[in-house]
């Protein structure tokens, strides 16, 4: 059933969908990322950087909810199956033969700077096309990755 929301154009609902189906591919890459460097790190501070990882992953997962959720308010499919998210994620594949904490956090980095960067540009895109709710939804999701940039790269040294 179509959800009638008031005072959203057709191209408004349709651009959000599409920025946030993107962006969601993006997160959930991201998200099982972060669960890679989580399981494979090693070294002395393992603790506190395995700990780390899933509390980043956790706060990235809430935003990643979102994203899906506004999706189906906006009457579109939200599109998370690993398949198609192996097609359509824009960020660069995550290393599987990592083991040190300072390659993981940069690896890490390097895709959350890269997903930032997108989730910027998407907020923009819906503001400039009508929807001010998803801008909003996506300036969250930008404020939590710039604060979990600042997160991991305190742990380099
Ligand atoms: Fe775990």
Not at 16 to 24: D, M, P, S, T, V
Not at 51 to 58: C, G, I, Q, R, S
Not at 65 to 93: F, I, N, P, W, Y
Not at 105 to 134: F, L, N, P, Q, S
Request: glycine residues 4%; charged residues 30%; negative net charge.
């Amino acid at each position: 059933m179509a959800v009638n929301v008031k005072g959203l154009s057709d191209n408004a609902r349709k651009t959000a969908i599409a920025e946030l189906n993107a962006r969601l591919a993006d997160a959930l890459a991201l998200s099982a990322a972060i669960k890679q460097a989580h399981w494979n790190v090693k070294g002395r501070n393992f603790i506190a950087v395995h700990e780390l990882f899933d509390t980043v992953k956790a706060r990235l997962d809430e935003h990643v909810d979102m994203m899906a959720e506004r999706v189906q308010v906006l009457d579109g499919v939200a599109v998370g199956t690993v398949e198609k998210v192996a097609k359509t994620s824009t960020l660069q594949e995550y290393p599987t033969d990592l083991t040190k904490a300072e390659d993981h956090i940069k690896a890490v980095c390097e895709r959350m700077r890269d997903y930032g960067e997108k989730v910027r540009a998407a907020i923009d895109a819906t503001d400039e096309a009508g929807d001010a709710d998803t801008a909003d939804l996506f300036t969250g999701a930008s404020r939590t990755a710039d604060k979990d940039l600042w997160f991991l790269e305190s742990h380099l040294e």
